[in-house]
Structures are given as structure tokens and as C-alpha cells.
């Protein structure tokens, strides 16, 4: 109707000529509506945040719609859409049809490739599609964006699943930026492509893809490279020696996470005097000596050469002429010898030195004293030693973060730490020191200390009650020494705590009734291993942040507190091997992501919840991932208590374990370490659930053979009757399976033989009978598994109908019908008792009857 009003208007002559620019401005934001209806209609099949619901049709201007930005001439000039939630496939033509659009936001969809090419009127300088679902190449020329609009300057399609190009994609000489990260793109000639044929690119990103084969072009044409980011790809091969030097223009170099081979003094840095970050980690580009020609990299400001495979001694004099280096990093690698004091040369400038994982003798050097700017400092697993923190590191004003873990330094802690009065991450687990644990480190209320991390020493005495004055601590790691008494109620109430840390002591006390009233931060509570008593207090279930539990081990009494079910981040529960009594709560069921359950060897009686199944495919993956870990597995058979520990193993040093006695409680023990990973993305289960010796009763739950992902189950040593659930089948991941010393009675499920994953299997001392379940795992182990059982036959057992089972049935049959002559007998002497009775109570009355017949 608006377009036949001012047609009509025109054709009678009185459209007045000054309002012409006005309908040129009404007709072109006329088109950019319709060019943005085009865009709704047939790009976008779902709105789930109502985003577009003021886009009409019937609107005379889209300014005012949602994600629209107009020039001062009511043209659309940006569209931002981002993180908006929308899903469709994009057509781009119907966008870029509008003239005056520069810029365009569409990262954080899930749109699709529909047609990317783009219309001939193009005026993009801005194009962001990154974190969408593109999985198809990227069009060729003549298709594509790239070629229809000369004007754009910024791309960036990182976050897709785009495995490639069908074609080369023809920069413009306008392109400055293109980031392809983090897709699937394997093949290396667009990457080829790009490097030879970059034009104007100042930023190239193609990091974390799957590029492989060599690097066969250096960036020699790329006049105005300032940053090219290869990093987290599988490119292979020597890096060409004069990739630096050919790109003069070069700022920062990320090549870092690859396959590269070769020598590291092989490449040419002669030429690289704009270089500010390089990083080669976690290459092989093993050499005993640095490049020489490094020295020319005078704005350095980030060098990262760990995990190369360097050897010898550490270049002190090269890197301390590095006058504006800020960040260094040389961990795990294989240097030598003691740390060059010609590294100290460097401090003006360096605020974070890394040499981690070497083989370092010594400590370090006084000119270390003078790095004013110093903030990180890592000298973790070597063999440092001296009396350097006390004379050195002390000095370091603004240092904030130290760690010189898994080293040889004894002695006391030294108290002189607390000059630094800005640290707030120490960590010395795993060294040799002795004495106390200073009272001192707190003795300020605004100190920083977030972290202390002393585990693994031989420290002794009494948890300093100090501590409680470090508001800001988070996490307190003083396992594995040998420390006495309670643990301070200053402690358990700081407002900030997260980790407390503290198994393998001598500690003594209970945990307080009040734990978590004054705040819900405590996330992981491990106090296994020690001499704890009292009970578990009920306010554990206001510590909804939990996600770790350790008890176990200890002189705990009680019942296990409902409250637990409150904890549903909870991943790990351990209370084994203490003096738990009552039932196990069915609230434990409500734990969504509980993965980790071990209450063995308590007191606890009742059924077994079928409740904890519940979380049964709820469980998502990644609360306690990466956590570091060391599992005792007890493979001494059923004379060993439970199926194993588990314990938190972060800073511990492996031979350490020896002196631990749950290595030794078994006849046969196994450690495994290292850090956990999931078995499944989302919809898991528990993985492991030991509940053996203990006094539980009644029947097995069907549900606990839902449990797919579960990897051991040790039900053993307790009072179960009822058949074993036929549902056990669905266990494809058990791998320990353990029934055994129960009153269970019945087949062995067929389906047991479908089991492929079984190490160890033991359902002996029960009243199974029947043949074992053949054609799978379980006639693979010891008749030992099987023992003291009714009348279980078959391999390893003695076969079906052979003479022994038959003895056997024979004499189960003479019992059992020497039982029933017995209790046919005593019911005949029953009724005949109780026919004699009853004639002699009617003679009795009948007497009764004619004596008072005579009588009257």
C-alpha cells in the first residue's frame, strides 16, 4: 500500500521535489528490510531466544530492530547477531545485497553453509562466522564471499568444522586478517596457498586443525605478516631454516604442538628483528646448543622452548642479552648443570621464568635478587638445593607465584618467604624438609597466600592455627608428613577454603558440627588415612560445591549423613574401612555425578538402595577431570580388604607409596597413577561401587545392572541372598567383578557370559548352583573363584553330570530327602498328637455329659 501511495503521488505531479532525498532514504531502508526478511525467511528455521521477533515486514525502517546498527542515513550498516542462538543454513546473498552493510556478526550460531557466495554489491570490510556448525569446504572461486566483496578486510570462520577449500581461496589485496582455527582442515595445500599468495595479510591463524606433511613455503611473499599462529596441527618435517628470516615483518610465530623434526641450532634467526613471540613447545628439535644467530631477536618478549628435547647446559649469556624478554619458558626439556647466573642479566624485564622438569643442580643465583619484575617463577622437578630460598627468593619483592616441587632442598621452611609479600601460590611438596610448619606465613591479615602446598615433606607437629588468618587462602595440601592433633577451627572456617587437603598424617580430632555453616566453598575434603574419630557431621550436606570426599581410613562412628544427597556435583565418595553403622542412604542416589562410591569394610547394614542407580546415564563428564590420582589396586583375591584406594596423588613422589600401609594390607597390590579421564562424554554412570564387608542384606536391585559404564563392583563379604540379576549382562565395562562370600542362590546368569572386559571375577562361598555360563570370560578363571558354592559345575569347576558333581548331587539328594522323610514324619506324629487330643477331650466331655445325666 506505501509503494502504490507514492507511485500514485508521482503520477499526478505532486510529489514536491525537496523531499526527494527523503524517498531515496525511504526506498533503499524499504529494500534493507526486505533484504533482512529474506534473511529470517529462508536462513533462519529456529529462534529460540524470540531474537527476531520484532523483525516484520510492515516495519518502514529495521533501525530499531534487535541487532541492527543504521548509519546516520537509516542505512544497515552492522548487523550483530552474535551468541543470538539462531539455527538455520545461511544464505549470504540476501546480507550482502545490502549496500551499505560493513560489518557482520554471526559467531556463537548454528547455522550451516547454505550459499556463501555473495552479491555483486558487496561492501563488507567485517565478516565473523566463527563458533557455528560449517562443516562443509569452503567454496571456490566465483562462489565464495571472497571474491565478490573486494572490500573485506577481517574474516574469521575459526570454531567451525570446515575441513578445507574445494579451491583456493582468492584473497583480495584488501584481506588483512584470516582466522580458520580450530577446524578440521587437513589438507596442507591451502595452507600452501595462503603463505605464497598472502598479499596484504597481517594476521594468518590456522591453528588447532589437522594440517599435516611438511612446511614447504616460507612467508617470503608476505610483505605485512605480523602474526602467524600454526600451533596445534600435525605438520611434520624440518621447519624450513630460513622460515623467520624470510618474513622481516614477522611479530609473533606460533608454530608450537606439532610434529617438527630436526636440530633446533639449525634455523636461521638472523633476520628477525621485529619478533616479539616465538613458541616451538612440544616439538623434537633436540640439540645440545642454541642458534646463535637467536641473539638478533632483540624485542623478544616471549620465548616458550619447552618440551623440545634440549640438552647441556642452558645459554645464559645468549638469553641474558634478551634485554625485553618477559616471559621464558625451558621446562621439560634435559638441560644440565647449575642455572646461569648470565640469565639474571635479563630481570629488568622478565616477569616469568619457567625451567620446570630439567635435571638443574644447585639453586640460583644471586643476580636473581635483582628481578624487580619477577612475578612467576617455576623451578619444580630437578635436583636444586642449598639454602637459595632463604637467601635469594626471599628477596624477590613482587614475587606472586613459586613452586620448586620434587627437588633435594631440606632443611626448615624458611620464614623469611614471608618478605614476599605479594605470593600467593608456594608450593614445596615433595622435598626434604623437616621442623614445623612456620605459624609466621599469616601472621599479617592482608596477606595473598592463596595456595600452600607442603605435602610430601617430613614436617611434624601440630597444624599451626595461624592459617585461620590467611583469609584468602583456597587451598591447603600438607599430606603425606607426619603431623599430629586436630585440625584448627580457624581452618575449617575460613571464608575461602576450596582444598583441604591433609591425608597420610597422624591427625587426630573430629570434623566440626558447623563444617560449611559460614560458607559453601569447600570443593574437595581429603583427610583419608589418618586417625579422625566423632562422626560425620550433618551440615556436610551445606557444602554444595563438593566434589571430592575422602574419610576413608580413619576412626570415624555413626551414620553416613543423608546429606550427602545435597551434594550434586559430588564425583568422588570414599568412607571405607572405618566404623560406620545404619543403612546406606538412598539420598546418595540424588548425586548426579557421582562416579566414585567406597564404603567397604564399615558396619553398615540394610538393603542395598536401588537408588544408587539413579544417576544412571545423568552423569556428565568433567567435574574432576584431570585431577591427579594414584589407584592401590588389591589383586590378593577375597582375602583382601575391598577392591583398592584411591587416592589424591598431586605432589606426591611414587616411591613415597611404599611407606604408605594399604600398599602392604594385601598380599598383592598394583598402583596405578595418573590423571582422570572420563570413559564417556555425557550420559554415564558410576564407574566404581565397593560396598563389600560389610553386613548388608536382602537382594541385589535390578538397576545395578543399568550402571553401563561401571568398571568394578564389590559386593563381597556381606549378607545379599536372592538370585544374581540376569540385567548384570548390561555391565560391558566391568572389568572387577566381586559377589563372593554372600548368601546368594540361583543360576549364573547366561548372560554373565557375555562379559568381555573381566580381570578378575570371584563368586565363590555362596549357594550358586547350576553350570557356568561357557563361551566367554568366565571359565577363564581359577576354580577358586567358584568354591564352596551348592552345586556350581562346569569349567574350571568339575563338568555337568561328571562323578564328582554327581556324588555331589547324589549326597545334596540323600540329605535333602532324608530332610523330607524328617518332616513327613514329624507332621504324621503331628496329626496322629493331635487326633488323640482331640478323641480324648470328647470322651472327657461325653464322661462330663452322663454324670450330670445321672445326677439329675
Not at 550451516?112 to 565473523?128: F, N, Q, W
Not at 575460613?494 to 573430629?510: C, H, I, K, R
Not at 555413626?558 to 539420598?587: C, D, M, R, Y
Not at 564417556?680 to 535390578?702: A, K, Q
Request: hydrophobic content about 40%.
Amino acid at each position: 500500500m506505501k509503494i502504490l501511495c507514492r507511485v500514485q503521488l508521482l503520477q499526478h505531479g505532486i510529489f514536491p521535489l525537496f523531499m526527494l532525498p527523503l524517498l531515496l532514504t525511504w526506498t533503499r531502508a524499504n529494500d534493507d528490510v526486505l533484504m533482512l526478511m529474506a534473511f529470517k525467511k529462508f536462513s533462519v528455521t529456529s529462534d529460540p531466544h524470540a531474537i527476531l521477533v520484532n523483525w516484520t515486514d510492515t516495519s518502514s525502517s529495521p533501525c530499531s530492530w534487535q541487532g541492527v546498527t543504521c548509519s546516520l542515513d537509516g542505512r544497515v550498516s552492522t548487523l550483530d547477531l552474535s551468541y543470538a542462538g539462531l539455527v538455520g543454513s545461511l544464505h549470504l546473498p540476501n546480507l550482502t545485497a545490502m549496500s551499505a552493510l560493513r560489518r557482520l556478526y554471526l559467531q556463537g550460531n548454528s547455522f550451516s553453509a547454505g550459499d556463501l557466495s555473495a552479491s555483486s554489491s558487496c561492501m563488507l570490510d567485517t565478516l565473523d562466522l566463527s563458533s557455528n556448525n560449517f562443516s562443509d569446504p569452503l567454496p571456490g572461486q566465483g562462489q565464495s564471499f571472497f571474491s565478490s566483496c573486494d572490500r573485506l578486510a577481517y574474516v574469521n570462520m575459526s570454531r567451525n568444522s570446515i575441513p578445507g577449500a574445494r579451491d583456493r581461496i582468492p584473497f583480495g589485496p584488501s584481506l588483512l586478517q584470516l582466522d580458520l582455527s580450530r577446524n578440521k582442515i587437513s589438507d596442507s595445500a591451502l595452507l600452501t596457498y595462503s603463505l605464497s599468495s598472502c598479499q596484504n595479510l597481517n594476521l594468518l591463524n590456522f591453528s588447532d586443525n589437522k594440517l599435516g606433511e611438511k612446511l614447504s613455503v616460507t612467508p617470503i611473499s608476505c610483505k605485512n605478516l605480523s602474526i602467524l599462529d600454526l600451533s596445534y596441527n600435525l605438520l611434520s618435517g624440518e621447519i624450513p631454516p630460513s622460515f623467520v628470516a624470510d618474513s622481516l615483518s614477522l611479530k609473533h610465530l606460533d608454530l608450537s604442538f606439532n610434529n617438527f623434526s630436526g636440530n633446533f641450532s639449525s634455523l636461521n634467526f638472523s633476520r628477525c628483528s621485529n619478533l616479539t613471540m616465538l613458541k616451538l613447545s612440544h616439538n623434537s628439535l633436540p640439540d645440545t646448543q642454541f642458534p646463535t644467530s637467536l641473539a638478533s631477536c632483540t624485542l623478544l618478549g616471549v620465548l616458550d622452548l619447552s618440551h623440545l628435547g634440549l640438552k647441556n647446559n642452558i645459554s645464559g649469556s645468549l638469553l641474558g642479552n634478551l634485554k625485553n624478554l618477559r616471559h621464558l619458558s625451558l621446562s621439560h626439556n634435559q638441560f644440565t648443570g647449575e642455572i646461569p647466573p648470565e640469565l639474571g642479566q635479563a630481570c629488568t624485564s622478565l616477569e616469568e621464568l619457567d625451567l620446570s622438569f630439567n635435571k638443574l643442580e644447585g639453586g640460583l643465583p644471586a643476580p636473581f635478587m635483582s628481578c624487580s619484575s619477577l612475578h612467576s617463577l617455576n623451578l619444580g622437578n630437578n635436583l636444586l638445593s642449598g639454602d637459595f630460598l632463604n637467601t635469594v627468593v626471599s628477596n624477590v619483592k613482587n614475587l606472586r607465584y613459586f613452586h620448586v616441587p620434587f627437588n633435594n632442598i631440606t632443611g626448615f621452611v624458611p620464614l623469611s618467604l614471608t618478605n614476599c609479600t605479594q605470593l600467593q601460590v608456594l608450593d614445596l611438596s615433595s622435598n626434604g624438609f623437616t621442623g614445623t610448619i612456620p605459624p609466621g606465613f599469616c601472621s599479617s591479615s592482608t596477606s595473598a597466600l592463596q595456595k600452600i602446598l607442603l605435602a610430601n615433606n617430613y614436617l611434624s607437629g601440630t597444624v599451626p592455627l595461624e592459617l585461620g588468618s590467611c583469609k584468602s587462602l583456597r587451598t591447603i595440601d600438607l599430606s603425606f608428613n607426619s603431623l599430629i592433633g586436630s585440625i584448627p577451627s580457624e581452618i575449617w572456617t575460613l571464608p575461602n577454603l576450596s582444598d583441604l587437603v591433609m591425608w597420610a598424617n597422624n591427625l587426630t580430632g573430629e570434623i566440626p558440627e558447623d563444617t560449611c555453616s559460614n560458607g559453601r566453598n569447600l570443593e574437595t575434603l581429603i583427610l583419608n588415612n589418618n586417625l579422625i574419630s566423632g562422626t560425620i557431621p550433618e551440615s556436610i550436606g551445606n557444602c554444595t560445591n563438593m566434589i571430592w570426599v575422602s574419610l576413608s581410613s580413619n576412626r570415624l562412628t555413626g551414620q553416613i549423613p543423608v546429606g550427602f544427597g545435597n551434594l550434586h556435583k559430588l564425583a568422588i565418595l570414599q568412607l571405607g574401612n572405618n566404623s560406620l553403622t545404619g543403612q546406606i542412604p538412598p539420598e546418595l542416589g540424588n548425586c548426579q555425578n557421582l562416579i566414585w562410591l567406597d564404603l567397604n569394610s564399615n558396619a553398615l547394614s540394610g538393603n542395598l538402595p536401588p537408588e544408587l542407580a539413579n544417576q544412571t546415564g545423568a552423569v556428565i563428564a568433567g567435574v574432576v577431570s584431570g585431577k591427579q590420582f594414584a589407584f592401590i589396586r588389591n589383586e590378593g583375591g577375597t582375602a583382601c580388604r575391598g577392591a583398592g584406594g584411591l587416592l589424591e596423588f598431586e605432589g606426591m613422589r611414587a616411591e613415597k607409596l611404599e611407606s604408605l600401609p594399604m600398599v602392604h594390607s594385601c598380599s598383592s597390590t598394583r598402583v596405578y597413577s595418573g590423571f582422570i579421564v572420563y570413559t564417556f562424554s555425557s550420559d554415564g554412570s558410576m564407574i566404581y561401587l565397593d560396598l563389600s564387608y560389610n553386613s548388608l542384606s536382602g537382594t541385589i536391585p535390578e538397576k545395578f545392572g543399568m550402571m553401563s559404564y561401571l568398571q568394578v563392583l564389590n559386593l563381597g563379604h556381606n549378607l545379599l541372598t536372592g538370585d544374581i540379576p540376569d540385567s548384570f549382562g548390561g555391565l560391558k565395562a566391568i572389568g572387577v567383578l566381586d559377589l563372593s562370600h554372600n548368601h546368594l542362590q540361583g543360576y549364573l546368569p547366561v548372560s554373565l557370559g557375555t562379559l568381555s572386559f573381566l580381570s578378575d571375577f570371584d563368586v565363590s562361598n555362596n549357594n550358586l548352583t547350576g553350570p557356568i555360563p561357557s563361551g566367554g570370560q568366565l571359565t577363564t578363571f581359577p576354580a577358586s573363584r567358584y568354591e564352596n558354592n551348592s552345586g556350581l559345575c562346569g569349567v574350571p569347576m568339575p563338568l555337568c553330570g561328571s562323578g564328582r558333581h554327581s556324588t555331589e548331587l547324589h549326597s545334596r539328594g540323600r540329605k535333602q530327602s532324608m530332610a523330607t522323610v524328617m518332616v513327613v514324619g514329624i507332621t504324621f506324629l503331628s496329626i496322629v498328637a493331635i487326633i488323640v487330643a482331640v478323641v480324648i477331650v470328647r470322651l472327657q466331655l461325653q464322661s462330663r455329659e452322663l454324670r450330670r445325666d445321672g445326677e439329675s
